[in-house]
């Protein structure tokens, strides 16, 4: 059985949230925007078994050649990025360290990320646009020094990411990799969110990026370094997460980078990242306009 799939979406220049189907959207904000204006304000309120509910008895109101896919989390407060979290991404580096003690983390910006089926952008600065498919969590419910043992009842959904990356300017300072991980519409988000259940949906899933129809990378979450559990105590500890705030968990070995020579991505190329229970983010690749 699919799981209810929940999304953020334009049409005729309204940006509207609904129930996502095999034949078009439910419009949801049409019905109960008033109290949720966004999905945002939907899970904060505990909110999406009842709109869930509800849309399950409606028709679409909209067709999927009519919207425009948008990132389903609309100006998340926090987009917390997890590096290096797969046992194969630590050997990549081949620099002879073990796994590392503590997670590496960096934040991103909304404005980084486009919607499901809009193209990724390759910026006139660098030819080095490269993918990485990660599977996200988004929190449901506000929390500060969160136990690992409660840690799971603070999210509240799924979805998809392709933390597209900027290779050399990564390195541009010796400190951090900001400025590679923030070039306007590089990355997506969605095509939308997954109510999340219980563990047992999130212990194993098989997370998988093909560019172009080819397999690039491949794993499974029961072999992350950071598991979710402790990924949302680390931080919590030094933030407050709150509803809607979204965790990127890592992404698996295979990104065009560790490539020789490096295959970074290019006009006209078009990447998948799939997950077992979630879906399919698909995204092209344009130039940025001169």
Not at 5 to 27: E, P
Not at 56 to 75: F, V
Not at 139 to 157: C, F, M, T, V
Request: hydrophobic share 40%.
């Amino acid at each position: 059985m699919t799981s209810p799939r929940l999304a953020t979406y334009a049409v005729d220049g309204s940006v509207r949230y609904g129930l996502a189907t095999d034949n078009g959207l439910v419009d949801l904000s049409a019905r109960f925007a008033r109290d949720f204006p966004t999905l945002r304000e939907v899970i904060a309120a505990g909110a999406l078994p009842r709109l869930i509910d509800a849309a399950s008895k409606l028709s679409p109101d909209h067709g999927l050649d009519a919207i425009t896919w948008l990132p389903p989390i609309p100006s998340p407060e926090k987009i917390i990025c997890i590096g290096v979290n797969y046992p194969d991404r630590n050997a990549e580096y081949k620099d002879g360290q073990e796994a590392p003690k503590y997670p590496s983390m960096f934040m991103r910006t909304p404005r980084s990320f486009v919607g499901h089926e809009a193209p990724l952008v390759r910026p006139r600065a660098s030819s080095q646009l490269d993918y990485e498919g990660e599977l996200v969590l988004i929190i449901g419910k506000a929390g500060r020094h969160i136990p690992e043992s409660a840690a799971l009842d603070h999210i509240a959904a799924l979805t998809l990411c392709n933390e597209g990356t900027i290779r050399d300017w990564v390195r541009h300072a010796k400190f951090n990799v900001t400025q590679g991980k923030n070039f306007d519409s590089t990355g997506s988000l969605g095509p939308w969110i997954v109510p999340y259940n219980d563990e047992s949906q999130i212990a194993d899933i098989r997370l998988t990026t093909h560019v172009n129809g080819e397999l690039r990378q491949d794993d499974r979450t029961s072999r992350l370094m950071f598991g979710f559990r402790y990924l949302i105590n680390y931080i919590s500890t030094f933030t407050t997460l709150v509803p809607g705030d979204v965790i990127v968990t890592g992404t698996p070995t295979g990104a065009g980078a560790r490539f020789d020579p490096p295959r970074y991505l290019k006009p006209g190329d078009v990447i998948e990242i799939a997950a077992e229970g979630v879906g399919t983010l698909r995204n092209g690749v344009v130039d940025e306009a001169l």
